[in-house]
């Protein structure tokens, strides 16, 4: 583990609690777009102007190799992790990665999104339908079974696991419905669907017109739309899969002060609304989703039991790159 050789500076107060000054260096292990994560380290300095915040920002899945690398080098780089997903957290969590944050300020937030075990926490929803470029689809698809037919599938791009922690639990989640299964991808595949990477493989294909139709993220989906691109998003009609975009500190993490103080700020109402200006789902209740969006409680979440991805996961990989590359 790194060393930040920061001073952490007590003051006492009277009449109050000591305060804790949170300065130093804190580094932030993320799947998050950079451009949005800047926004992110800037809001967090306007409230906490003496910490510094340094990133690695990929697809969850490199992200998680290279944390992986660094624990069974005895070499964890990073203070604070934010990826994509709860089985990745899991992961990390079962591997005693994980700071237990017994006081973070949950009360806000659903119960679902919280680990029971305070190890890490939902930062917002974040759910996978499909994209389709109007300027070249005149019937859009309602439903994932749309996609298996011939002439869609192969028109059809979708992120990778190998890649993306959205895809991971995408594809973890539909495999786990007895109406689509790997039989889903089977078909997809057999009728030429391709994977791209991450998401944002997918969004540049359909907005370019390299296909008509695309398997993503919502938010990405919906702010190209209102940047003008001819593409709209589709919320399937047996439902949408979903993550929560957890927050965690590292167990050992040199600046705990500072760690904590970001993901006290993750969970705030400020950090949430800035999550609904960037095109998010928010997790809060009375914080109204973004233009265009349903209200949360309309949708249609497909269940999954998480322990049985992770147990899945890498077979899931191996079957999904059979199928597609990788």
Known sequence: MKRHFLTTLAVLLAGAAPAI??????????????EQMEAVIAAFNEDYPDVTVELFRSGTTEVMTRLQSEIAAGDVQADVVLIADAVAMTQLKNQDQLYAYEDAPVENLPASVVDPD???FGTKLITTGIVYNTDLVEEAPTSWADLTDSEVASGLI???PLYSGAAVIHVGTIVQQPELGWDFYETLAD????????NGSVIEAVARGEKPYGI?????ALNAKAEGSPVDFVFP???VTSITQ??????????LEAAQAFVDWQLSETAQEQSVAQGYFPIYDGVEPPAGYPQVSSLSILEADPAAMLEADEENKRNFADLFGG
């Open 21 to 34: 000054a949170q300065d130093g260096t804190i580094t932030v292990y993320t799947s998050q777009p950079t």
């Open 118 to 120: 305070m190890t890490f």
């Open 158 to 160: 979708m992120p990778s």
């Open 191 to 198: 009728n030429g669907a391709v994977a791209g990477q991450g």
């Open 216 to 220: 993503i993220i919502e938010y990405m």
């Open 237 to 239: 009609e047996e439902g």
């Open 246 to 255: 957890p927050v965690a500190i590292i167990e050992g993490t040199d600046n």
